[in-house]
């Protein structure tokens, strides 16, 4: 099982820019993505944007051209730069870890994925 913790939140004003970093541990595979998640209070869990071992990237619409997101597999840490910052960015962010590549853009999650704390990130407009 795969555990992360996620680290880098806070409060930022509009327009401004922030990086998220997930430290991850206990991968098996070669093959993974890993992903980064967002929820607000009475909302789904979405996907902001993945990464796999190849390399690929997918970011949901809303925060394409805004958003970053990158791998240091000697650190085993994940990021998500995230600029522009709206206040529909507001959300509590997690990462999680995915049993293969990108499939068709998503990253398919363990079914047994334990999902982190996550970070909080609080955009004022």
């Known amino acids: 099982q795969v555990h992360v913790e996620e680290s880098g939140g806070g409060s930022v004003q509009s327009g401004g820019s922030l990086r998220l970093s997930c430290v991850s541990s206990?991968?098996?595979?070669?093959?993974?993505?890993m992903g980064w998640f967002r929820q607000t209070p009475g909302k789904e869990r979405e996907g902001v944007a993945a990464?796999?071992?190849?390399?690929?990237?997918s970011y949901a619409e809303s925060v394409k051209g805004r958003f970053t997101i990158s791998h240091d597999n000697v650190k085993n840490t994940l990021y998500l730069q995230m600029n522009s910052l709206k206040a529909e960015d507001t959300a509590v962010y997690y990462c999680a870890a995915g049993r293969s590549v990108l499939q068709y853009g998503v990253c398919p999650l363990y079914p047994n994925n334990l999902w982190g704390q996550g970070t909080q990130v609080t955009v004022s407009s």
């Open positions: 990464i796999d071992s190849d390399g690929h990237t």
């Open positions: 206990g991968h098996t595979r070669s093959n993974y993505c």
